[in-house]
């Protein structure tokens, strides 16, 4: 073996052996006479409880508006009025724009004025035919007449009714577009329109929880510009297929919006409950001692005596975190007393003494103070 590669081997075994020895030294039972003298340390502790928790995604959306359209126009044109104003809340049918039309308007007049010059002629031809005046083809073929014009008459009125903009839905306008005596080309957007109420909120939740998925779940939605404040909403719809690249299926959730604080494109962080709320040993996030071998807590326990405490390191392993606590799925049992605050002055096997007078308020949903 090269010189090189006896060096890095004897690296890594003295590496090994220090991690070895310095666990080995932490976890020694308690009562070992290296602090068999030493003095009690002050420390706040609590007792682990045990709390149902619903097991919960967080997930990052967009809100989208239940309607939303950019609004124009299928003729071109000059405006001729504006009706309305940016920001303003509109209901459906609420005329908006209008463009000049007055030629639109005479034709339509014209095509009128023909078909009922078509109605007479048709009444007239009838009595006629009563009398054998007229044959039965002249009939027909006013008959024919007035269904044509009668037809070019909606044809008309229907091209005029292009010249005007109407709301298609009751929402809230965005920023206007346009001006007054400007001229439009077809399909130009004059402004926006959304439904702000309800909201949807989309984002995309891993195939692995697909069967978990139902409409009707709650959902929690929270933006950043409203921080420490959520919205509640429900799933009501899962898309029929999952998405070939990410492997995620899309849902959507609605969620109500009286006030219109939220906004179409919004950014969201959706808080979803997936599958039935479970049991978990519950502690403070500041009874959790982080080290590079794993996360350690220090249990308070009775000297053989039964006059004082002292204290034992354990491992644990960690679940989900929820506001100022966190879940324990092992190496703790509900009733155990655990140090919350002054661990750093602990070693396994250290007399203790609890003072909980200045321990740190702990809460599930904790929110910013002023």
Partial sequence: MSKPRVILWLAVAALAGGAFYIVKERMAPAGAPAHGGAPAQTVAAQTAGMQTWQPTMELVGELR??????????VS????????????????????LQLVAEDQVAKLASLKATAELNAIILKRDIEQLKIKAVSQATVDTDEANLKNSQALVKQQEALVSYYTLKAPFTGRLGIRNVDLGQYLSAGTAIVTLQALDPLFADFFVPQKFFGKLKVGEPVKVTVDGYPGQSFAGAVSAINSKVESGSRNVKVRATLANPDGKLVPGMFAKVALDVGAAE????????AIVANPYGSTVFVLEKTPDGK?????????????????FIAVTSGLSEGE??????????????????????????ELDPSVSD
């Fill in 65 to 74: 508006a239940s309607e939303g359209a950019d609004l124009s126009l299928q």
């Fill in 337 to 362: 007393t655990v140090v919350v605050a002054g661990q750093i002055k602990l070693r396994n096997g250290t007399p203790a003494v609890v003072d909980n007078s200045h321990i740190p308020k702990v």
């Fill in 77 to 96: 044109g000059i405006v001729e009025s504006l009706s309305f104003e940016s920001g303003q809340t509109v209901q459906a049918g609420t005329p908006l």
């Fill in 308 to 324: 004082g405490l002292v204290a034992r390191e354990t491992f644990v392993k960690l679940g989900q975190a929820r506001g100022d």
């Fill in 279 to 286: 049991r978990f040993v519950t502690l403070p996030q500041t």
